[in-house]
């Protein structure tokens, strides 16, 4: 192939999709609206799982270095109930099939894999126009233009490709969650320590929960889910860290301390993160030159799968170009049928909000299945 492949986002699906271009010989240009590498958090760790995120790394040719950054014993689960009391435990033998790395550090190892320049940093898009004939102008905040062959969009949840293929977006989905982060949690926070234990712990009510990991570091980092429309949560002060907190932590009254804890012991201000989504089978006709990776094309409330999902589209649409070197458009179709059909799929997927004995269910369902 000699078209350029111009690739807008530089999360891990867009980078991903390089990498595999790079490996079959495609050329290849990421463009990321942040400003650097570190110009700010990554995020928690992450479940790479052997069915669809290892897949995109072995077609990446990077499990070896993959391997290297996994969190040993991070596959454990814990589930309780409000009283604290364990539902179900599962060690992590090391035979799992979803082990945990942080996401900072399986996005650093991707830009480490792509040629010096690969990746044009502080360029944010404004927008995107078609020119016809498969050709697009891409448009950035600076004023600045570009003209593509080939466009993808793996620029997330606000994509500003996907109007170019449909006039969907992403809309609240009646639920919100707070972020928290206990640091040194072994010795200034050891009942919570203890509670989440040395993976990962949900414990779930019938309209909220809490969810917390181990991350790097003896590091906690939780998730406080909670229902409602978004005025509700505008009306709390999130400027106000203490106040904040209170009034998340008053949500969770009567829950064990050691649960609430990941709350009021939070060693950072608590972030709220409302919760969007694109419709449950989202898709588009095909148009020529332009598709959509990720988020861009599927987001979905949170299921343990978004980030898989948005690595294996990039491997996959990364392997049909490289299949179909001389008809761009076939690799675009071949590509979007797949990928609507396993988004389709994982959109429906579990997300936290059934019942204890189904989530208990899924859990020793994956364990017997090991």
Same mark, same amino acid.
């Given at each position: 192939?000699?078209?350029?492949?111009?690739?807008?986002?530089?999360?891990?699906?867009?980078?991903?999709?390089?990498?595999?271009?790079?490996?079959?010989?495609?050329?290849?240009?990421?463009?990321?609206?942040?400003?650097?590498? !570190?110009?700010?958090?990554?995020?928690?760790?992450? !479940?790479?799982?052997?069915?669809?995120?290892?897949?995109?790394?072995? +077609? @990446?040719?990077?499990?070896? +270095?993959?391997?290297?950054?996994?969190?040993?014993?991070?596959? @454990?689960?814990?589930?309780?109930?409000?009283?604290?009391?364990?539902?179900?435990?599962?060690?992590? *033998?090391?035979?799992?099939?979803?082990?945990?790395?942080?996401?900072?550090?399986?996005?650093?190892?991707?830009?480490?894999?792509?040629?010096?320049?690969?990746?044009?940093?502080?360029?944010?898009?404004?927008?995107?126009?078609?020119?016809?004939?498969?050709?697009?102008?891409?448009?950035?905040?600076?004023?600045?233009?570009?003209?593509?062959?080939?466009?993808?969009?793996?620029?997330g949840a606000w994509s500003r490709v996907r109007p170019l293929l449909s006039?969907?977006?992403?809309?609240?989905?009646?639920?919100?969650?707070? +972020?928290?982060?206990?640091?040194? @949690?072994d010795t200034r926070h050891p009942a919570a320590a203890e509670a989440v234990?040395?993976?990962?712990?949900?414990?779930?009510?019938?309209?909220?929960?809490?969810?917390?990991?181990?991350?790097?570091?003896?590091?906690?980092?939780?998730?406080?889910?909670?229902?409602?429309?978004?005025?509700?949560?505008?009306?709390?002060?999130?400027?106000?860290?203490?106040?904040?907190?209170?009034?998340?932590?008053?949500?969770? *009254?009567?829950?064990?301390? +050691?649960?609430?804890?990941?709350?009021?012991?939070?060693?950072?201000?608590?972030?709220?993160?409302?919760?969007?989504?694109?419709?449950?089978?989202?898709?588009?006709?095909?148009?020529?030159?332009?598709?959509?990776?990720?988020?861009?094309?599927?987001?979905?409330?949170?299921?343990?799968?978004?980030?898989?999902?948005?690595?294996?589209?990039?491997?996959?649409?990364?392997?049909?170009?490289?299949?179909?070197?001389?008809?761009?458009?076939?690799?675009?179709?071949?590509?979007?049928?797949?990928?609507?059909?396993?988004?389709?799929?994982?959109?429906?997927?579990?997300?936290? *909000?059934?019942?204890?004995? *189904?989530?208990?269910?899924?859990?020793?369902?994956?364990?017997?299945?090991?």
């Amino acid at each position: 192939m000699t078209t350029h492949v111009t690739i807008i986002g530089a999360g891990l699906g867009g980078l991903v999709l390089a990498r595999v271009l790079h490996v079959h010989g495609i050329p290849a240009t990421v463009y990321e609206a942040e400003a650097s590498p !570190d110009a700010r958090s990554q995020g928690g760790m992450l !479940d790479i799982h052997d069915y669809n995120g290892q897949v995109a790394l072995r +077609e @990446a040719e990077l499990m070896e +270095e993959f391997r290297e950054l996994i969190l040993e014993g991070r596959q @454990a689960m814990r589930i309780l109930a409000p009283d604290g009391s364990v539902l179900f435990e599962q060690a992590d *033998d090391g035979t799992g099939g979803r082990p945990e790395v942080q996401r900072g550090e399986l996005r650093q190892m991707l830009l480490g894999s792509l040629p010096a320049g690969t990746v044009r940093w502080g360029h944010k898009v404004s927008g995107a126009r078609a020119l016809g004939e498969g050709r697009h102008e891409v448009t950035f905040a600076d004023g600045s233009t570009l003209v593509a062959g080939l466009l993808v969009g793996a620029d997330g949840a606000w994509s500003r490709v996907r109007p170019l293929l449909s006039t969907a977006v992403p809309e609240y989905v009646g639920k919100s969650v707070v +972020e928290t982060y206990l640091y040194d @949690a072994d010795t200034r926070h050891p009942a919570a320590a203890e509670a989440v234990g040395g993976g990962s712990m949900i414990a779930p009510s019938p309209d909220r929960e809490i969810f917390a990991h181990r991350e790097r570091g003896d590091t906690l980092h939780a998730y406080v889910g909670l229902p409602g429309p978004r005025d509700r949560f505008a009306a709390i002060d999130f400027g106000d860290s203490a106040a904040a907190t209170a009034r998340v932590a008053a949500e969770f *009254d009567g829950w064990a301390p +050691e649960l609430t804890a990941l709350i009021t012991g939070s060693d950072t201000a608590p972030v709220l993160r409302p919760l969007y989504a694109l419709p449950s089978g989202h898709r588009w006709d095909r148009a020529p030159g332009v598709t959509l990776i990720g988020d861009a094309a599927h987001l979905a409330p949170p299921n343990g799968e978004g980030a898989n999902l948005a690595m294996l589209d990039g491997a996959e649409l990364g392997r049909a170009l490289a299949a179909h070197r001389d008809d761009a458009e076939a690799a675009l179709a071949s590509y979007e049928q797949a990928m609507f059909r396993r988004s389709a799929e994982a959109h429906d997927m579990d997300s936290g *909000d059934h019942p204890v004995h *189904d989530l208990i269910a899924a859990f020793a369902g994956r364990e017997e299945s090991r």
